[in-house]
């Protein structure tokens, strides 16, 4: 038996690069120069990942490694298969991303144990019907190809648990596509469907559905039938209005339904009591409606640009809300309801008409993240702000502040006049005290600009 370190040691120097051992390991996966690699107990290598080597087809030395078990070698100029292929019997996970195949390379239809192919981003325009014929395929990702349809035999991949078809431009499906009846992941984002196609609703098993970046303009009565999902994503569409049908997804936890073209919720929304996560954002609502105050278990909300003009008091039923996105709005007040949500992590009010910061702000303990960046009119902080223990980001850019209080100093953040990622950030404000350049030099400089004031006016009142 060929040691391991023997077939790396050829393997570099088919491919061109010079072999190096390393002594570590991450996950499990050993770090060469060109190759990472995994072995079991007896030292064959059972995984290989060849990314980035300009391969244009495999090196004939690979189909020796018999034990091999996972194959990966994306990023690369492969526009072929051999024959060799089939002397990996053992292989379950295969992935030729980002290569150069025009045709779906049929050959590996006769591994029988595959479970995954990845053939993202290639040049296929078809699907032939062998690769079908793998009772052992799980997962297909075909995305970022130029497939126009998918042919009937589609019934043949019945096994399959997922299936990635985006950005394929794909307008719809055959018939038989609802035989594929062990479905539970379906991504179809970023095709030309101008509605959800009628074949997903026979299929019972779906649990999580992408239909994003369509063209799609009404969602079917028939959506109902998919009372499975947990995962729904129609972002980036067409969509006017949804059906009250929407209501007995019961079983949903996530929906992205932004940047549409809804301007209000059927009523039968309010029965989505699972749904912990919602994007609603790029819709256009006055306020925000009941029908999403009532959604008791609503963990993250977005509501971006949205032309929102008043929080609803009804904010307040959400209490296990941890992240709401409000940016980009026409907010000018803020309800005190809005800060009963003590469990409230991230508040993003940034790019609103907003003047006050109310005191109540203090009683979202568990805040981490509070911006009130850029159109927004704020002249004045609360005191009660620095009990914010939590805080790590703190943007009041882009505000009407004239001074840096005092009692900001005692937040353990750090004070900047550019963008960053933390601390508290103060730019485009008309501040003169301290001034921008002291301000710029950070939290040190600044108090030791209040330390020389406090000085000076303590010899002048002696």
């Known amino acids: 038996m060929t040691n391991y370190l023997e077939i790396i040691s050829q393997l570099s120097k088919i491919i061109g690069k010079e072999f190096k051992k390393k002594d570590f390991n991450i996950d499990g996966w050993i770090y060469d120069d060109f190759a990472l690699y995994q072995t079991n107990k007896k030292d064959e290598i059972i995984k290989l990942k060849i990314p980035d080597a300009k391969l244009k087809q495999i090196p004939e030395m690979i189909f020796s490694i018999t034990s091999l078990k996972e194959l990966s070698l994306e990023n690369n100029d492969i526009y072929d298969l051999s024959d060799g292929i089939i002397e990996l019997t053992k292989l379950r996970y295969l992935n030729f991303s980002n290569n150069k195949f025009e045709e779906f390379p ?194 993250e909300l977005n509501l971006i640009g949205c032309e929102i003009k008043s929080i609803s008091k009804k904010i307040g039923n959400l209490k296990k809300l941890r992240i709401i996105l409000l940016m980009n709005n026409l907010i000018s007040e803020l309800p005190s309801e809005l800060f009963t949500l003590t469990n409230l992590k991230h508040l993003e009010l940034g790019m609103n008409n907003i003047l006050i910061l109310p005191e109540k702000i203090a009683e979202l303990k568990k805040l981490e993240s509070l911006s009130f960046a850029q159109g927004n009119k704020i002249s004045v902080l609360p005191i009660e702000i620095i009990k914010l223990k939590k805080l ?67 010899k002048k009142t002696l």
């Open 106 to 299: 049929s050959i590996i239809s006769k591994l029988k144990k595959l479970e995954t192919i990845d053939l993202t981003n290639n040049k296929i325009t078809s699907l032939p019907c062998e690769a079908g014929k793998i009772e052992s395929l799980l997962e297909l990702n075909l995305s970022r190809n130029l497939f126009k349809e998918l042919p009937e035999c589609i019934e043949m991949y019945s096994k399959l648990s997922y299936l990635n078809l985006s950005q394929t431009g794909l307008k719809k499906l055959p018939k038989k596509f609802s035989l594929l009846k062990n479905l539970q992941e379906l991504d179809l984002s970023n095709n030309d469907f101008e509605e959800i196609p009628e074949e997903i609703f026979d299929i019972k098993t779906l649990y999580r559905l992408y239909l994003n970046g369509n063209n799609i303009k009404n969602v079917s009565d028939n959506i109902y039938k998919c009372n499975k999902l947990e995962f729904l994503n129609l972002a980036f569409n067409q969509i006017t209005k949804l059906p009250e049908a929407i209501g007995k997804l019961v079983k949903l936890r996530t929906l992205a339904i932004d940047y549409n073209k809804l301007n209000k919720l059927p009523k039968s929304f309010s029965n989505l009591k699972k749904l912990t996560k919602l994007d609603f954002s790029g819709n256009i609502i006055d306020t925000i409606p009941p029908e999403i105050t009532n959604l008791q278990n609503l963990q």
């Open 392 to 458: 790590k980001y703190l943007d009041l850019s882009g505000n009407q502040l004239k001074f840096i209080p005092a009692f900001l100093l005692k937040m353990k953040l750090e004070i900047f006049w550019d963008d960053s990622s933390r601390g508290i950030i103060l730019f485009d404000n008309p501040i003169t005290f301290p001034p921008s350049e002291v301000i710029s030099e950070g939290k040190k400089a600044i108090e030791e600009f209040f330390k020389e004031k406090n000085n000076y006016t303590n």
